[in-house]
């Protein structure tokens, strides 16, 4: 299993242009979850998936876009990208049931001058 | 709503016994997890406590008083590679699996 994957890894935007952020899992999670994470401070939530064609916003939706057409895959889309959106994204992927442990992806980090 | 708090960094020397505090604040309570990260890698599972008590993993132990809204990890027999970020995270009430996240807290290991 290759667990949780996204890609890129590292990405440099200019200001105003947009991207797509993958993610896919392969342990047939539900759930799904987006978060950003800047320097030295925690994880925020920015989007999340309880199943296929079910998304909900969390704490810090603005400025993105999600869709969950599979179980596996979990884009994020980032329209008219602005400095404030750089940081490094973390998908998380956890079982349906109970209040079960979530598993990361490796990260992508973007950059926008 | 959700409020969790953590020190943002503490220092320790390799061999000791450390302490790290999370304090929450929630609606209903689900839990609370531990999870460790590494300097530019990606957060990693370290315990779920969602009874008051201590439970214990190897040299990590994780301690929860629900009626105090106080957890503590315990990190025994410091190890160089202990250095990370160690984060505090609770399950909003009747939302479903997300997690919100203390800001972490930076633990250095000296020789």
């Known amino acids: 299993n290759a667990g949780v994957t996204q890609t890129p890894k590292f990405r440099i935007l200019k200001i105003g242009q947009s991207m797509t952020l993958q993610c896919a899992q392969d342990?047939?999670?539900?759930?799904m979850y987006w978060y950003r994470q800047d320097p030295g401070m925690g994880l925020k939530l920015i989007y999340y998936?309880?199943?296929?064609?079910?998304?909900d916003k969390g704490e810090v939706p603005n400025g993105y876009n999600v869709s969950r057409s599979t179980t596996e895959d979990f884009p994020l889309r980032l329209e008219l990208a602005a400095p404030s959106q750089t940081s490094v994204y973390f998908c998380?992927?956890?079982?349906?049931?109970?209040?079960?442990?979530?598993?990361f992806g490796p990260g992508t980090r973007l950059t926008v001058l | 709503g959700q409020n969790i708090d953590q020190p943002t960094e503490m220092t320790a020397t390799e061999g000791a016994i450390v302490q790290i505090n999370c304090t929450y604040q929630?609606?209903?309570?689900?839990?609370l997890f531990w999870y460790q990260q590494h300097a530019g890698e990606a957060p990693t599972f370290l315990s779920y406590?969602?009874?008051?008590g201590l439970e214990e993993k190897g040299r990590f132990s994780s301690f929860l008083s629900r009626s105090k809204g106080y957890s503590y990890l315990l990190l025994k027999e410091l190890q160089m590679k202990d250095s990370a970020s160690y984060l505090c995270?609770?399950?909003?009430?009747?939302?479903?699996?997300?997690?919100?996240f203390g800001q972490g807290t930076e633990l250095s290991v000296k020789p």
């Open positions: 929630t609606s209903g309570f689900n839990g």
């Open positions: 342990m047939n999670h539900n759930y």
């Open positions: 998380a992927s956890s079982a349906l049931e109970g209040y079960n442990e979530q598993f």
């Open positions: 998936s309880v199943g296929a064609g079910i998304t």
């Open positions: 406590n969602v009874l008051d």
């Open positions: 995270a609770v399950p909003p009430y009747n939302q479903g699996g997300k997690l919100i």
